[in-house]
């Protein structure tokens, strides 16, 4: 499968799914996020720093541009790209480090970053629809489909 369609009714259903698909992640992962502001990126990006095992706070990174999560395995790198001016920036703050073998890469706004970020294995669109949303995932190459599948068992 290379899609895969959900409906969350809630930005609780959003963290739970994010949750979920952390298991799915332990190869790594660069993934883009599509949709509106208020769409659930962050709640979404928050469940899958909180399912790889981190226990605190899970900060948006909108005046940061990244918010980085280190675990024993792996490194989590979550990127909100909205407020990059320069898709160029990327370049002087280093990133290319970040999207070394099994590191997972949550990328907001990935449009901003273009000509700079590396290939998605998988995007994920969020969409309103009333209070909740539609969710889908697309896998972008093999490392995806196998993410998908494994979401899937
Ligand atoms: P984005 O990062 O896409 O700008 P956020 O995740 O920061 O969006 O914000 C989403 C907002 O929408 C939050 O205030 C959240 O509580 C609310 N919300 C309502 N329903 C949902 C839902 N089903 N999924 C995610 N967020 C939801
Ligand atoms: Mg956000």
């Known amino acids: 499968t290379k899609q895969l369609n959900f409906l969350l009714p809630d930005s609780d259903a959003t963290v739970a799914f994010g949750k979920r698909l952390a298991p799915a992640l332990k190869q790594g992962a660069v993934i883009y996020l599509y949709?509106?502001?208020?769409?659930?990126?962050?709640?979404?990006?928050?469940?899958?720093v909180q399912g790889l095992g981190h226990n605190g706070n899970v900060k948006?990174?909108?005046?940061?541009l990244v918010e980085s999560y280190q675990f024993s395995e792996q490194s989590v790198f979550h990127f909100d790209l909205y407020r990059l001016a320069d898709p160029?920036?990327?370049e002087f703050m280093g990133v290319r480090d970040y999207f070394?073998?099994?590191?997972?890469?949550?990328?907001?706004?990935?449009?901003?970053g273009e000509g700079f970020l590396p290939e998605a294995d998988l995007t994920v669109s969020l969409a309103?629809?009333?209070?909740?949303?539609?969710?889908t995932m697309t896998a972008k190459?093999?490392?995806g489909i196998a993410i998908l599948a494994a979401l899937k068992s």
Not at 35 to 48: E, H, I, N, P, Y
């Open 141 to 143: 190459n093999v490392r």
């Open 88 to 90: 160029e920036e990327l």
């Open 35 to 48: 949709g509106d502001l208020g769409a659930g990126k962050t709640t979404f990006s928050r469940g899958v």
């Open 128 to 135: 309103y629809e009333g209070e909740a949303r539609q969710l």
């Open 100 to 112: 070394a073998d099994n590191n997972v890469s949550l990328i907001e706004w990935p449009q901003r």
């Open 60 to 64: 948006s990174p909108t005046y940061t």
